[in-house]
């Protein structure tokens, strides 16, 4: 199988304070793994890649001393949203791709719900 | 930059009609990968294909990658409540795993 999870499912913070989000990969090893952020009734939209022992690579326009992302081992990725804001309220989703396969599927954590008061 | 396009942005059907979404790409694709998200759930595979003009099916599902591999559709025949769920395609990022992904076709069946 090949299973992601999330930690934690939901998060209410107070505004300025910061958040972590850990993705982990239970039954496989994730040299890369992928956050996204979704809005209500939105699509995917790719914030970064995280690979196991370098620096995460940010798409455009995604502030990378905002969302700070760790890959300090095979199977753990985090995502620290630092001084959230409202704005910053989201879902925020990982994905893994488990590389035994061939095909580049990727496995989707069950999400962050992230509110920010 | 890349970007991939679904039409339509909803679908509203009766229970045993057929449904259909379209996926665009701005760019031509390696590979094309289709998802489904259940309603308040995390996106889950469906099926990637490959091959320009490449038709698969899965039961009631039909997947086509367009001959100019960029555009692709899925096809749903005699919808039924359980495919309810938003479906997404998905297209990598020339020579990365990187995946762009759609915009979505929200589908809801109605009994």
């Known amino acids: 199988g090949a299973v992601v999870s999330q930690h934690p499912s939901w998060v209410i913070c107070k505004s300025g304070t910061s958040v972590k989000i850990e993705c982990r990969s239970l039954?496989?090893?994730?040299?890369?793994m992928f956050w996204y952020r979704q809005f209500p009734k939105q699509s995917l939209m790719l914030m970064a890649t995280?690979?196991?022992?370098?620096?995460?690579?940010?798409e455009q326009g995604v502030e990378k001393d905002k969302f700070l992302i760790n890959h300090a081992s095979l199977t753990l990725s985090t995502l620290t949203v630092t001084s959230a804001h409202p704005e910053d309220s989201s879902f925020y989703i990982c994905?893994?791709?488990?590389?035994?396969?061939?095909?580049?599927?990727?496995?989707f954590g069950p999400g962050t719900r992230l509110t920010v008061l | 930059g890349q970007q991939v396009m679904q039409i339509p942005q909803y679908q509203h059907v009766q229970e045993g009609e057929d449904f259909t979404t379209y996926c665009n790409s701005s760019?031509?694709?390696?590979?094309i990968q289709w998802y489904k998200q259940r309603p308040g759930g995390h996106p889950v595979f469906l099926i990637q294909?490959?091959?320009?003009?490449e038709v698969k099916k899965q039961k009631r599902l039909t997947f086509q990658f367009g001959e100019a591999k960029k555009n692709s559709s899925l096809h749903i025949t005699a919808t039924q409540t359980t495919d309810v769920g938003t479906y997404f395609c998905?297209?990598?990022?020339?020579?990365?795993?990187?995946?762009?992904f759609g915009t979505g076709t929200r589908l809801k069946v109605l009994a």
């Open positions: 294909l490959v091959k320009s003009g």
């Open positions: 994905s893994a791709r488990n590389v035994e396969l061939a095909v580049n599927e990727q496995f």
């Open positions: 995280s690979n196991e022992g370098s620096k995460a690579t940010y």
């Open positions: 998905a297209g990598p990022t020339s020579g990365t795993y990187k995946y762009i």
């Open positions: 039954d496989f090893q994730a040299t890369t």
């Open positions: 760019t031509t694709l390696s590979n």
